[in-house]
């Protein structure tokens, strides 16, 4: 059909662009509704689940997210990692988390549901400061010939192993706390939630 048959010109051009002006202002309206299908920031920060893809940790590495406003570590434990816990039992204050601040699946030497996996709150149990990273092993750490690994509370000197267990004699009362959380799948956890509150 041309212009100059039963539709002019002018008349097509306006319905063509108000099909389109209608079309782009139905999306832009939808948009806000969509997205409050989301989490909001305030709901993150009041404890709504965090998923996380845990596919691109690498084994001797950390990642960070938050929780409820808290930093969460996922440690990608290396063998090594997990056979230096097994020679710790003897300068841990509660090696097997026996105090019921911890969910079940806690309560192993491992500290978690998959033992290369650590999710633990990164704050420490004594005022609430956030430890620092300390992977490297031996005298190299600057702590001590017989250092394994682990966290060091730079406010106080609490130590705590790959597992967030504390040391003996510490001024960090507990092992770093574990959040509910479980797997959906071997690439995806979900914090903030375990199978029996889901």
């Not at 190299?140 to 504390?166: K, M, N, Q, Y």
Request: hydrophobic share 35%; aromatic share 6%.
């Amino acid at each position: 059909m041309s212009c100059d048959d039963k539709v002019d010109c002018g008349r097509r051009r306006l319905l063509v662009a108000t099909s389109v002006a209608g079309g782009v202002a139905g999306v832009a309206a939808a948009i806000p509704f969509v997205s409050t299908f989301a989490p909001s920031e305030r709901a993150k920060s009041a404890g709504a689940p965090v998923e996380v893809d845990i596919s691109q940790i690498a084994p001797g590495q950390m990642m960070t997210v938050e929780w409820r406003g808290k930093p969460v570590w996922i440690i990608h434990r290396t063998k090594e990692m997990l056979d230096g816990l097994t020679k710790l039992t003897d300068r841990i204050a509660d090696p097997k988390s026996d105090r019921p601040m911890q969910p079940e699946y806690a309560k192993n030497e491992h500290r978690s549901i998959k033992p290369e996996y650590l999710v633990a709150v990164g704050i420490c149990t004594h005022l609430g400061c956030s430890p620092s990273e300390k992977f490297k092993t031996g005298a190299e750490s600057g702590i001590d010939a017989e250092w394994t690994g682990g966290f060091l509370c730079p406010c106080h000197g609490s130590t705590f192993d790959l597992a967030g267990r504390v040391y003996k004699s510490k001024p960090a009362p507990d092992n770093l706390e574990i959040p509910p959380h479980y797997y959906l799948s071997d690439a995806k956890i979900l914090i903030g939630e375990d199978k029996k509150g889901a």
